[in-house]
Nanobody, 124 residues
Framework: QLRLVESGGGLVQLGGSLRLSCAPSGRTSSDFLMGWFRQAPGKEREFVVAINWSGSRTEYADSVKGRFTISRGNARNTVYLQMNNLKAEDTAVYYC?????????????????WGQGTQVTVGS
């Protein structure tokens, strides 16, 4: 059973930066798709970004392109989400997710494993 633990959330000023981490455990291999979703108050959870197992392919939501960067660690296990130029609308609970796929998928239902979420608040 794959378990995901997020960290790195917090309060940041408008235009600031934050880096989230997602550490998987419970599996020796790293050949799974990983992604980030977020849910703002009163809204549905939405796709943010995903990365394939090798780190060679990524997919970003239009709202974060050019500001967020996803990457996998040297061991291809831990996934990082670097968030720059943060806006108020980025405020949400961010969830790490994983799926046993080689290709990149962006739908919530394609992911089988979820972290507990980490709060990101962007304020003035």
């Amino acid at each position: 059973q794959l378990r995901l633990v997020e960290s790195g959330g917090g309060l940041v000023q408008l235009g600031g930066s934050l880096r989230l981490s997602c550490a998987p455990s419970g599996r020796t291999s790293s050949d799974f798709l990983m992604g980030w979703f977020r849910q703002a108050p009163g809204k549905e959870r939405e796709f943010v970004v995903a990365i394939n197992w090798s780190g060679s392919r990524t997919e970003y939501a239009d709202s974060v392109k050019g500001r967020f960067t996803i990457s996998r660690g040297n061991a291809r296990n831990t996934v990082y989400l670097q968030m720059n130029n943060l806006k108020a609308e980025d405020t949400a609970v961010y969830y790490c997710a994983a799926a046993d796929y080689s290709y990149i998928y962006t739908a919530e239902y394609d992911y089988d494993y979820w972290g507990q979420g980490t709060q990101v608040t962007v304020g003035s």
